[in-house]
């Protein structure tokens, strides 16, 4: 009997597909017994104990010292987190207290004292505690398996393409798995800016979030995720097997280092337009240094790596350090600076915690910077202090009407005011731009455009707001499309504003980097778009095969289209022809 073929709509986290087999991993606590001890046995429970936290703490500082030489210092960051957490000494001194005053084994002490620390964090409505939880969870997992002396069974290779599927995977397990062969991640419970999304990106491995998948997922089942979609099919077609290989192929972390191949950059149309292909960036790492070789732009550089590095907002030097070796790298181009996206889910500055029943509707983007002032400046101080090579531009997201920029651009003059004073240099002239992704902002582009030096259209947030679709929850993905005409309306009347005021205009979400949409974006006179650098490439060929006049015409037919499928048929059919030709 063939096995039923099952689409589910998760949420993306790391993008790339991956192919092969399922392997659920029931993850969490060991079961541990409570066994009573004598006194002549307090002391051998407290060495077994201290040992286990010797191992522990060498493996972590072995994971921490490869993420080092293989990937950025933000990844390093999260296993010193862990060491400190897996060596809290304090924590440690009130265990072996415990285990002589009941009496009962150094597993059962260390566990319950565990579970009462967690419970506490778990209760908050504070996002990073819930997760400080899970990470002092993977900790103890790791003490009290090699406690109960169980320590190295995990770690035997997987046979063949393997995919984990698991309730959660902490950071170190996600490096642990894809030194195993894992391929990609399928977990239940995670968030895009999580530590283990972290390390999945930075290894170039997909990884998607479905709730109760554990249900729907059985082990040894064939297996495509998508981690750019959030698409997930279990027993796929052998028609989809070989459509998504293909498309692995051309999309997995070997087309990044065939930029290098690219014999012209930026490239231009048939008829010789330049169009400017750019990247979109979340964290340094090794893709960075193929950009920079090649002076690919990047156009969005997210800065909330800073905030998992440190597991709050690090000061003015730390982060200058960070954007000065980052504007350095890409001396030979530019690199726009995107201030912190942080809500409450994540920073709180001296604000009580917040609960939010839905966070992308609420205080997060400028908002809570412009609450948050002192966080916002120092930030914008040390940009300002990286660009010195005129390169850096500033880019403030979320942005919903006039009011909003002016109170951002008075903080940036005040910024600039405390640097002057004291003696500091730097770009007097630096670019301040505004992202363009919620419907207000685009009805009325023409006055915001006017007011600023250029816009980037933030096609994701855009689309979930003009849709009122959650781009992460599966019940209403099919609501959710860049290509409906509604959103494809909003980013003409943008692009039209910015060609009014000679303005400069990017799209940077992940429709940017879709080749169905580039011809749609050429015609509309887009200046640039940013991507996934594994994008680009692609992006960059298609883009010498487009004629700059003709696809002009495409607009109007497009734009009345009665829904998004209409479009994606007419976009579908315009690069068949291309492709045909």
Known sequence: MAKKRRVIRGMPISAGIALGRAQVILVGHLDVAEKPITASQVKAEIVALDKAVDITSTELRDLRDSASRKMSSSVSRVFDAQLLIATDQDFLKKVRIEIGVQRRNAGFVYYQMIKRTTHQLYLSNDQYMRQTAREIEAVADRILSHLSGLGEKSTALFGGDIIPVAKSLPPGEILSYRHRGAVGFLVAEGATNSHSALIARSLMLPMVVAPNLLNKVPSGCKLIIDGASGRIILNPTDQEWADYQKQRRRHGPAIISRIRKLKEFPPTTLDGRPVEIAANLEFPGPVDDILAERKVPVELYRTEFLYLDHNDVPGEIG??????????????????????????????????????????????????????????????????????????????????????????????????????????????????????????????????????????????????????????????????????????????????????????????????????????????????????????????????????????????????????ASVMRKLQNYKNAIDNR
Not at 352 to 365: F, Q, S, T
Not at 485 to 496: A, M, Y
Request: charged share 20%; proline share 5%.
């Open 319 to 564: 982060q200058f350090k960070h954007y000065d070796r980052i504007a350095e790298k890409f001396s030979g181009t530019r690199v726009v600076f995107r201030t912190f996206d942080l809500g409450s889910d994540k920073v709180m500055g001296d604000k009580p915690a917040i609960n939010e029943p839905n966070p992308a509707l609420g205080w997060r983007g400028i908002r809570s910077m412009l609450e948050l002032s002192s966080i916002f400046k120092t930030q914008v101080r040390a940009i300002l202090r990286a660009s010195t090579r005129r390169n850096v531009s500033i880019l403030l997201p979320m942005i919903s009407d006039m009011s909003e920029f002016r109170k951002a651009r008075k903080l940036i003059s005040q910024s600039m005011l405390e640097l002057r004073r004291k003696g500091e240099l730097f770009d007097e002239h630096i670019p301040i731009g505004i992202m363009i992704e919620v419907p207000s902002a685009a009805l009325m582009a023409a006055q915001l455009v006017e007011a600023v030096d250029f816009v980037n259209i933030g096609t994701n947030d855009l689309t979930q707001y003009t849709m009122a679709a959650d781009r992460s929850n599966s019940r209403v993905a099919g609501l959710y499309n860049a290509y409906h005409p509604s959103v494809l309306s909003l980013i003409e009347i943008t692009v039209d504003a910015c060609h009014f005021h000679n303005k400069p205009v990017c799209i940077c979400g992940e429709v940017a980097g879709d080749l169905l949409s580039l011809p749609l974006f050429v015609g509309m006179g887009v200046t640039s778009l940013s991507m996934n650098p594994a994008k680009v490439f692609d992006s960059c060929r298609l883009v010498k095969k487009i004629d700059s006049q003709l696809v002009q015409h495409l607009v109007d037919p497009v734009l009345s289209s009665p829904s998004a």
